[in-house]
């Protein structure tokens, strides 16, 4: 069976932050046409503030009301509803020195200016500034192997189509079969 077939038109993308959920996401979306719904661009406001609980489950249900996605984020408040609609998952499991630098890279490009990888109201702003959590964030993805992982496996055991790419040479594999077929 060829990885397109594989995935389905509903794809979960999940993994720390810094895993590569995003990317691997968008190059997914490209080879398959379909949309691509960043999980923080529908979470955060402007100035990083979270948007009212009911207005982000109301995003949530609309964007996975579609027939076609690619949804990539962790949130694990909404992760048993959004493996429900799933037809396959993509688990980045990678090791956490590799999300941590990554993070570190990507607040250390955004206090340089870069705009593209801040959630879509965040960029919209006039002036927008990196997230000033970052030691909380990093002590996060620190812990995320210790305390997220184990629910997130768990909530994964039931899934019929789980690929897990725990590398970023797995992840590269990957994404040169998706081209390949």
């Excluded at 794809?11 to 379909?34: D, N, Y």
């Excluded at 955060?44 to 996975?64: F, I």
């Amino acid at each position: 069976m060829s990885t397109r077939n594989l995935l389905g038109d509903r794809i979960l993308v999940v993994g720390s932050p810094g895993a590569g959920k995003t990317s691997l996401s968008r190059q997914i979306a490209k080879e398959l046409g379909h949309p691509h719904i960043e999980l923080d661009d529908l979470y955060w406001g402007e100035d990083w503030t979270p948007v009212p609980l009911e207005q982000w489950q109301n995003m949530l249900r609309s964007a996975l009301a579609g027939e076609r996605w690619i949804v990539d984020g962790h949130y694990g408040d909404s992760l048993a509803l959004r493996l429900q609609l799933a037809d396959s998952v993509v688990y980045l499991d990678l090791p956490t020195h590799i999300c941590l630098w990554r993070v570190a890279r990507r607040a250390f490009s955004r206090l340089l200016g870069d705009r593209l990888s801040l959630p879509r109201l965040v960029r919209a702003h006039p002036r927008p500034r990196a997230n000033h959590r970052f030691l909380r964030f990093a002590r996060f993805v620190v812990g995320f192997r210790r305390r997220e992982r184990p629910k997130l496996v768990w909530l994964l055991r039931g899934h019929p189509r789980v690929v897990r790419l725990a590398s970023p040479r797995e992840v590269q594999e990957f994404e040169w079969r998706l081209r390949s077929c």
